[in-house]
């Protein structure tokens, strides 16, 4: 077992210890350095963005097209669907993107009321060059980890948000 760290959440656990002995602060602290380690992450996952042209929406937009597989189209609404955004939030998005030149939207050939949106030859570049750095930024992150530790981290993770969603899900 490594050596212990300590971050500024033992402080805070501390002061609740001496403060409320009653209280066990196990997971205040846990949510604590959770939320703490999101906030620095985001941070860095921003710069690879902002360093490609492109805000964490668009990214998200262009690799929802790229991991859908050939054509790279999808329907705007499955779009706005994977990514949980509203339609008026998508059409913002794509009209950026079309703008740039990374997306363009076209006829749906099964339905000519409908419109599909697909990746240009530069958005899929632009996205596969984003997405090998985002991977290699986030890999770097954990770098201080162990393969185990990756494994372990990830496994507690899954129990977790399963967990969390589903008490989402039941509210």
Do not use: C, K
Not at 139 to 152: K, Q, V, W
């Amino acid at each position: 077992m490594g050596e212990r760290r300590t971050d500024a959440v033992d402080a805070i656990v501390e002061q609740w210890r001496a403060e409320r002995p009653d209280l066990d602060p196990t997971a205040m602290a846990i949510f604590g350095r959770l939320g703490r380690m999101q906030l620095l992450a985001e941070r860095s996952i921003e710069a690879v963005f902002t360093a490609h042209g492109l805000q964490r929406g668009e990214f998200d937009v262009l690799a929802a097209l790229r991991r859908s597989g050939e054509p790279f189209e999808l329907a705007p609404s499955v779009l706005a669907d994977t990514l949980m955004l509203s339609r008026a939030g998508m059409t913002g998005r794509l009209d950026r993107l079309e703008s740039a030149g990374l997306v363009r939207r076209i006829a749906d050939p099964a339905d000519r009321r409908a419109i599909r949106v697909a990746l240009t030859a530069d958005g899929r570049a632009r996205v596969d060059e984003v997405v090998t750095a985002h991977i290699a930024n986030e890999t770097r992150m954990l770098s201080s980890l162990s393969g185990h530790d990756r494994a372990e981290l990830d496994r507690i993770a899954r129990i977790l948000l399963a967990d969390l969603e589903r008490d989402h899900a039941e509210r």
